[in-house]
């Protein structure tokens, strides 16, 4: 008898090569891992010897006031406010609350993809503006939604029909939208009236960004916001703006020039130049 298992070996060879190995940490998000803490780490299967972890995190150990600087990289910003400890107010501690604030919001109006998949981008946007303070309408209606969220019932998931035609965005929360905010409006196609009026955020960067996101638009106020040359070159850009509001620039005769420039370049555009609210309102 002759027998050859040189093509089991192969198989074999080839079973093992095969073999897929999956990370279930990386299955898991930022959030997850975050709140399921520090995981027991292990060898084969078996628990990580004690004598071969660092005394920091050896049982029955006591991290002392100085740990962090036992760290590969400290966080520089621990080490700043230690430094500044000496030196520290009541009005420093003011300054960084109010920091920290004003980064949470921009990261607060930031664009977000998921939202946009659940509700589409119409909605997505609807959602977002009312729940900060803005009014919005919808194409085909004349009333206009903002309030709380359970007087507007508006649909939790996509639901076809519903498109964004008029945001207002003069109650805008916390002294108005940000650039980042500004991306919600896009995929507004049918995006035709916008105010922006009284937004302290709104400057040169912020209307170059509306401008390339809200090519339908028809309307636009931005009286009340900071407005340069740069700003009326953005606007150029806007091929179907019928109306456009701003503040009585004044003096600054840059800025009137390039309003005159846009409005020679522009024909068919109406510019409403208003009168500083605290001169109306003396």
Same mark, same amino acid.
Do not use: H, T
């Given at each position: 008898m002759a027998l050859s298992l040189k093509q089991g070996k192969v198989f074999r060879n080839l079973y093992i090569t095969s073999r897929w190995f999956s990370n279930k940490n990386e299955e898991k998000s930022v959030y997850q891992r975050d709140e399921e803490g520090p995981q027991e780490r292990s060898i084969y299967g078996k628990p990580y010897p004690e004598w071969r972890k660092p005394w920091l995190q050896r049982k029955g150990e006591v991290l002392p006031k100085l740990s962090v600087f036992t760290e590969k990289n400290p966080s520089p910003d621990i080490l700043n406010a230690m430094q500044n400890l000496p030196y520290m107010t009541m009005e420093k501690v003011k300054d960084w609350w109010a920091e920290m604030k004003d980064l949470q919001e921009v990261e607060n109006q930031k664009y977000s993809s998921e939202r946009n998949e659940i509700l589409g981008s119409n909605l997505a946007a609807a959602h977002f503006f009312t /729940? !900060? #303070?803005? %009014?919005? !309408? /919808?194409? #085909?209606?004349?009333?206009?939604?903002? #309030?709380?969220? @359970?007087?507007?019932?508006?649909? @939790?998931? /996509?639901?076809? %029909? &519903? /498109?964004? @035609?008029?945001?207002?965005? =003069?109650?805008?929360?916390? =002294? %108005?939208?940000? &650039? @980042? #905010?500004?991306?919600?409006?896009?995929?507004? =196609?049918?995006?035709?009236?916008? =105010?922006?009026?009284?937004?302290? &955020?709104i400057d040169v960067w912020c209307l170059d960004r509306v401008a390339g996101l809200a090519k339908s638009l028809e309307f636009l106020d931005i009286s009340g916001c900071r407005l340069c040359v740069g700003g009326v070159h953005a606007l150029a850009r806007m091929p179907e703006l019928k109306m456009l509001v701003v503040t009585d620039p004044g003096e600054n005769i840059a800025v009137q020039a390039a309003l005159s420039i846009l409005e020679q370049e522009k024909p068919d555009l109406v510019i409403n130049a208003i009168e500083p609210e605290e001169f109306v309102a003396k």
């Open positions: /729940f !900060r #303070g803005a %009014g919005i !309408r /919808f194409k #085909g209606q004349k009333a206009w939604l903002s #309030g709380p969220e @359970e007087e507007m019932k508006l649909p @939790e998931k /996509f639901k076809d %029909g &519903y /498109f964004v @035609e008029a945001i207002d965005c =003069s109650q805008f929360i916390k =002294s %108005g939208i940000r &650039y @980042e #905010g500004l991306a919600n409006i896009a995929d507004l =196609s049918f995006l035709k009236w916008l =105010s922006l009026k009284n937004n302290v &955020y």
